[in-house]
C-alpha cells in the first residue's frame, strides 16, 4: 500500500521487501567475486612471509629466484618508498602511512608470523612457490610479546623504538609499545561513586577473533608503460585502495581506475590494502598483469583480525536502581601497528544509558600479532560486553528486573553522552519494551537452561558520497553508487530512486561504479552505506526533477511555479493543468534530444546526521555439565533501524550479527603458542558458528525516524554485534551460577570452571 510522506510524494517500495536486483546473478554463479578476474597473458604473483613473530631483517638476497625460469618479477621492501608519519581513517579507525607501506612490506623488522618480507610473480603457481624458496632473508630473531597486559611492561620486547605514548603529559622521554591514552570525562567519578549503595568491580578478557569472511583477499592489477593502472580487487572502499596504492607507489591518483568486484564478506576487514599494493607493484616491474589470492591460512596470519583486550569497569548504583557512576580502563590490542579501535570502545562503553558521572580510560597497544582492522562496531562489542554484565550484576544485588534495570538508566532524547554528543530520538527504551512484551521472556526454563538480555550501541557515521541517476531513452533509469554492496545497498538506493522518481522498481537498473566513473567515496562501513548513499540518490533525483519541470515550463511556455513534479510526471498546475497533458519520465525520454539533451541527476554530498542506533537482545541457552559446551535454544533481537527501507535486508543484519557474536562469545579466538605462531589459522581449528550451531534468530524491528535523513533511515549493521557478548555471559551466569569474565566460554574453559565449582557433579 502507497505512503504519503511529508515531502509530498507517495512511497510505494521504501519499507516492502522487493527482489533482490543481483540475485539471479549471485545464486547462479554469474556473480564475479575477486578471485574470478583474468586476463591475458597474467602472471601469477605470491608472497613470502615471515617464520618469525619478531626478527630484525639481516638482509634479502633474490638472486636466485630472479634468475628462476618464468620469474618475471620480484619484489622487496626496496620497491616502496617510505612515508611520513601521516594518520588517516579508515573507517571507524585511524592508521598512519608510515605503518601502512611497513605493513604491505616489511622494512627495518618483521613484526608478526605471517608479515610480508618479498614477492614474485612468475607464469605459473608452481614456478612462484619455487622462486619464494630461492629468495635468502637472513633474520635476526628477536623476544616477542603476545598479550596486551604484558605488552605494556616496562621490560617488554619493544617493536618500535621511535613510538612515545600520544594523551600523557609530559611527553614520555622513552619509547614503550603503548601508542596513545584516550580518556573521557563526564560530571565528577569520585563524586558519583560516593552515592552509590551498591558498586560491582570486574575485569575482563577477550581474545581477537576474525570477520570470518569466505572469500579470501584477491587482486588482479594491470599497469601498462605510460603508468596508466587497472585493478580489480574484493574491497569495501574502492576509492580507498586508489588513494592507498598511489600513495605507497608515488602514482598519480588519476592514473589508477580499481574496479570493486563483488566481495564475499568483508564486516570490517577488507577497508585495508594487502595485495593490492604489491600486485601493482609486480605488474609494473613485469610489464603484464598480475593476480594475487590469499590463502586461508595467510588469511588468519597476515590480515587483521579485531582486537583482544583487557577491560576493568566498576559501576554504582543507589539502592533504587539510579546508575550514578561508570569508570572503564581499557586496553586493546592493535596488533603489530597503532591504531586498535579503543577510541569507539572508549566512547561506547556507556553510551546506551543516562550516567551523570563517567570515566573512561583506554590504552592502544602494540603488539607481535597482525595489524587489527575494523570488524563490525569496532571495540564497542568489548568494552559494552564487560559493562553489560556488570549491570547484570547490578540488577541480581539489587534484586531488579533487568530489562527494567536498563530502562530506569536508558539513554533518551536530550540524553548527554560522555563522548559528547546530546542525543537526538533514539530507540532504547522501545527496544526493550518489544523484548519485555515476547513471549521468549517468559518462557520457563529448565536446569542448565538459563536467558540473558544485554543492550548495545554503535554511534554511526556519515561521510563523503557520490551516486548518479540517468534517464534513458526509454524512460529507464540507471543508477551508479561509489559504495561496494555487501548487504543489499544496491536494492535500497533502487527503491529510494522508484520512490523519488514515481516510477517502477524495476525500471531502475543498479551498478556500482568504479573509481574512474564517479567522485571520491568513502568506503562501505561504519553503517553508512544506505544511510548516505540514499542521501545522495534524493539529491540526484531533486535535480532530475527540477530539470524535468524547467523544460517542461519551456515546452509549455509557462512559468517555473506553473509546472511540478507529482507521481512520477511533471504536470502543469493551476489555469494550465486542463490544457497540458501531464508528462512522465518516459515522455521526456522520448524528446530528450530536441528539449535540452540528455537527462541525469548527480549527487554529491558529505553526509551529515547519522543517528545512533540501540538494540537490546535476549538469548537462551544450555550448557552440557558433562562436557561444557554451550547450545544456543533461542535468540531475539529488537533494534532501532530508523527507518527500514528494506525490512528483510535490515532482518538479515540483526541476525548474522548476532550469529557472529554467538561465535565471539562462545568459540572463536586466535590462539598463540609460546613460540609466537598461531596455532589455529584455519577454519577447521578456529571454530565458527555453522547453521546447525544456531537457532532461527527472531528481528524485531524498531523504527524511531532519523530526523537528519529524508526517510529517517539510520545505519543498521554495527549495533547488531554488539549485545551478544554480554547478553550470553548473563545467560551463562543464569545457567551455571558462575560469571564468566574471558572470552571465549568455550568448552573447556567452562568445564574447568563448573569443576572448580563443583557445580557438574564431578566434584
Not at 608503460?225 to 602514482?251: P, Y
Not at 549491570?391 to 538508566?409: C, H, Q, S, T, Y
Not at 561521510?463 to 526509454?474: F, P, Y
Request: overall charge neutral; aromatic content about 6%; charged content about 25%.
Amino acid at each position: 500500500m502507497a505512503e504519503t510522506l511529508t515531502n509530498g510524494h507517495t512511497q510505494n517500495y521504501v519499507g516492502t521487501r522487493t527482489i533482490r536486483p543481483d540475485g539471479v546473478d549471485k545464486v547462479t554463479g554469474r556473480a564475479r567475486f575477486g578471485a574470478d578476474f583474468s586476463l591475458p597473458g597474467q602472471l601469477i604473483g605470491r608472497v613470502l612471509r615471515s617464520p618469525h613473530p619478531h626478527a630484525r631483517i639481516v638482509s634479502i638476497d633474490t638472486s636466485k629466484a630472479e634468475a628462476l625460469p618464468g620469474v618475471k618479477a620480484v619484489i622487496t621492501r626496496d620497491d616502496f618508498a617510505d612515508q611520513p608519519s601521516e594518520f588517516i581513517p579508515a573507517g571507524e579507525m585511524m592508521m598512519n602511512y608510515k605503518d601502512v607501506v611497513r605493513n604491505v612490506m616489511a622494512r627495518e623488522k618483521a613484526l608478526y608470523e605471517g608479515h610480508a618480507v618479498a614477492a614474485v610473480a612468475a607464469t605459473s603457481t608452481a614456478i612462484a612457490r619455487r622462486a619464494l624458496k630461492l629468495i635468502d632473508v637472513k633474520y635476526e630473531v628477536l623476544p616477542h610479546v603476545i598479550d596486551v597486559v604484558e605488552a605494556m611492561k616496562p621490560g617488554a620486547p619493544l617493536l618500535h623504538d621511535d613510538l612515545f605514548t600520544v594523551g600523557v603529559e609530559p611527553k614520555p622521554d622513552k619509547p614503550s609499545n603503548v601508542a596513545k591514552r584516550i580518556e573521557i570525562a563526564l560530571g565528577d567519578i569520585e563524586a558519583g561513586f560516593k552515592k552509590a549503595d551498591v558498586v560491582v568491580e570486574r575485569e575482563f578478557k577477550t581474545a581477537p577473533v576474525h570477520q570470518g569472511y569466505i572469500e579470501p583477499h584477491a587482486a588482479l592489477a594491470s599497469v601498462s608503460e605510460d603508468g596508466s593502472t587497472e585493478l580489480w580487487c574484493c574491497t569495501q572502499g574502492h576509492f580507498i585502495v586508489r588513494a592507498h596504492c598511489a600513495r605507497l607507489l608515488g602514482l598519480d591518483i588519476s592514473k589508477i581506475r580499481v574496479t570493486a568486484s563483488e566481495i564475499g564478506g568483508g564486516f570490517g576487514g577488507k577497508t585495508v590494502v594487502y595485495l593490492e599494493p604489491l600486485a601493482i607493484a609486480l605488474s609494473r616491474k613485469a610489464k603484464r598483469p598480475v593476480k594475487m589470492v590469499m590463502s586461508r591460512e595467510e588469511v588468519f596470519k597476515a590480515s587483521g583480525p579485531t582486537s583482544g583486550a583487557t577491560v576493568k569497569v566498576k559501576m554504582g548504583a543507589t539502592k533504587d536502581g539510579k546508575f550514578v557512576a561508570g569508570f572503564a580502563e581499557l586496553k586493546y590490542q592493535a596488533g603489530a601497528f597503532q591504531g586498535s579501535p579503543v577510541q569507539p570502545g572508549v566512547m561506547c562503553a556507556y553510551a546506551p544509558y543516562d550516567i551523570e558521572n563517567v570515566k573512561v580510560i583506554g590504552y592502544d597497544v602494540v603488539s607481535n600479532r597482525p595489524k587489527v582492522a575494523a570488524y563490525r562496531a569496532p571495540g564497542a562489542p568489548i568494552s559494552e560486553f564487560a559493562v553489560e554484565s556488570v549491570v547484570d550484576e547490578i540488577a541480581k544485588k539489587l534484586g531488579l528486573d533487568p530489562i527494567e534495570l536498563r530502562m530506569m538508566n536508558a539513554a533518551r532524547e536530550g540524553t548527554k553522552a560522555a563522548y559528547g554528543p546530546k542525543f537526538g530520538p533514539i530507540g532504547l527504551e522501545e527496544t526493550l519494551n518489544s523484548i519485555k512484551k515476547t513471549e521468549h521472556w517468559n518462557t520457563p526454563l529448565r536446569k542448565w537452561q538459563g536467558r540473558g538480555v544485554a543492550s548495545g550501541f554503535w554511534f554511526n557515521i556519515g561521510g563523503e558520497t557520490c551516486a548518479s541517476l540517468t534517464i534513458n531513452e526509454d524512460g529507464t533509469v540507471s543508477l551508479m553508487a561509489g559504495t561496494p554492496d555487501i548487504g543489499g545497498l544496491r536494492a535500497s538506493l533502487s527503491m529510494v530512486a522508484a520512490d523519488e522518481l514515481g516510477i517502477p522498481y524495476d525500471k531502475v537498473r543498479p551498478i556500482i561504479g568504479d573509481t574512474g566513473s564517479l567522485g571520491f567515496t568513502f568506503l562501505t562501513g561504519g553503517s553508512r552505506s544506505a544511510f548516505s548513499g540514499s542521501m545522495a540518490i534524493v539529491e540526484a533525483a531533486k535535480q532530475i526533477k527540477a530539470e524535468l519541470c524547467a523544460r517542461a515550463a519551456k515546452l509549455w511556455e509557462l512559468k517555473p511555479d506553473q509546472v511540478e513534479f507529482a507521481g512520477g510526471s511533471v504536470k502543469a498546475v493551476g489555469a494550465g493543468s486542463e490544457k497540458f497533458k501531464p508528462m512522465s519520465i518516459a515522455d521526456f525520454a522520448k524528446i530528450a534530444g530536441k528539449t535540452g539533451g540528455p537527462i541525469g541527476g548527480y549527487g554529491r554530498i558529505n553526509a551529515q546526521g547519522a543517528g545512533p542506533s540501540l538494540g537490546t537482545h535476549l538469548v537462551d541457552l544450555e550448557v552440557d555439565p558433562e562436557t561444557g559446551r554451550v547450545t544456543i535454544l533461542r535468540y531475539t533481537v529488537a533494534q532501532d533501524a530508523g527507518r527500514a527501507i528494506h525490512p528483510s535486508y535490515v532482518e538479515g543484519q540483526f541476525q548474522g550479527g548476532a550469529v557472529q557474536g554467538i561465535g565471539w562469545a562462545l568459540n572463536e579466538e586466535y590462539i598463540y603458542g609460546e613460540d609466537g605462531k598461531l596455532q589455529n589459522a584455519g577454519f577447521l581449528d578456529y571454530r565458527m558458528p555453522v547453521a546447525s550451531d544456531v537457532p532461527m534468530i527472531d528481528a524485531i524491528l524498531v523504527e524511531v525516524a532519523n530526523p537528519k535523513h529524508p526517510y529517517g533511515v539510520r545505519g543498521v549493521g554495527e549495533t547488531p554485534i554488539v549485545p551478544p557478548l554480554g547478553a550470553i555471559a548473563n545467560a551463562m551466569e543464569a545457567a551455571t551460577g558462575i560469571r564468566f569474565t574471558e572470552l571465549p566460554m568455550s568448552p573447556p574453559k567452562v568445564l574447568k570452571a563448573l569443576k572448580d565449582k563443583g557445580a557438574n557433579g564431578k566434584n
